[in-house]
T-cell receptor, first 118, second 118 residues
Framework: EPEVTQTPSHQVTQMGQEVILRCVPI?????FYWYRQILGQKVEFLVS????????KSEIFDDQFSVERPDGSNFTLKIRSTKLEDSAMYFC????????????????FGPGTRLTVL | AQKITQTQPGMFVQEKEAVTLDCTYD???????LFWYKQPSSGEMIFLIY??????QNATEGRYSLNFQKARKSANLVISASQLGDSAMYFC???????????????FGAGTRLAVHP
């Protein structure tokens, strides 16, 4: 069964450093997303991406963050100048939403990357 | 106002019994989708079940069913014949429609931690 994959599973970084979290969405999916979950808290939407551009972003997703689809399979989240409060689990998700057709547009999540900022 | 409310921080159930996890939502959008995800202690987010706002019947997926009461804006998850492996965090989430301008993102509740006892 196709699944979303994410690497690394755990990333430890020093405050102020840049990190890149990687995701491989399900191959026929068109929408890609990043969410984060600070330990013990609810899952929060960061950004959605469609047709090689951001379709929506939350207020959390400021200039510190960027996303990119560098090739036909990978989808990345870059966090510049990391802060202690960026420590969280970051989930990538993808959905098959096809514009104009009735779909459930269910978002399938990857296993997450646990980011620890020291 | 909270878009998604899960009022039960924790629930427990005896193995083989049924359990209902509550979820209420708030939207003025006529078109929306409701999702339930399971998050085991390992951290991944597993899609369980989906209910569309226009669906006439309650969704079912194996041992999972969704008790959808549109007028009350509730979408409770029912797990029948609970198993030890059902012990996890359960999240209710909503995707609003184009009317609300938030077509892509999922809005999550705070979650309910379910413990299944032998």
């Amino acid at each position: 069964e196709p699944e979303v994959t994410q690497t690394p599973s755990h990333q430890v970084t020093q405050m102020g450093q840049e990190v890149i979290l990687r995701c491989v969405p399900i191959s026929n999916h068109l929408y890609f997303y990043w969410y984060r979950q600070i330990l013990g808290q609810k899952v929060e939407f960061l950004v959605s991406f469609y047709n090689n551009e951001i379709s929506e972003k939350s207020e959390i997703f400021d200039d510190q963050f960027s996303v990119e689809r560098p090739d036909g399979s990978n989808f990345t989240l870059k966090i510049r100048s990391t802060k202690l409060e960026d420590s969280a689990m970051y989930f990538c998700a993808s959905s098959e939403a096809t514009p104009g057709l009735e779909t459930t547009d269910t978002q399938y999540f990857g296993p997450g990357t646990r980011l620890t900022v020291l | 106002a909270q878009k998604i409310t899960q009022t039960q921080p924790g629930m427990f159930v005896q193995e083989k019994e049924a359990v209902t996890l509550d979820c209420t939502y708030d939207t003025s959008d006529p078109s929306y989708g409701l999702f339930w995800y399971k998050q085991p202690s390992s951290g991944e987010m597993i899609f369980l079940i989906y209910q569309g706002s226009y669906d006439q019947q309650n969704a079912t997926e194996g041992r999972y069913s969704l008790n959808f009461q549109k007028a009350r804006k509730s979408a409770n998850l029912v797990i029948s014949a609970s198993q030890l492996g059902d012990s996890a965090m359960y999240f209710c989430a909503m995707r609003e429609g184009w009317f609300s301008g938030g077509y892509n993102k999922l809005i999550f509740g705070a979650g309910t931690r379910l413990a299944v006892h032998p």
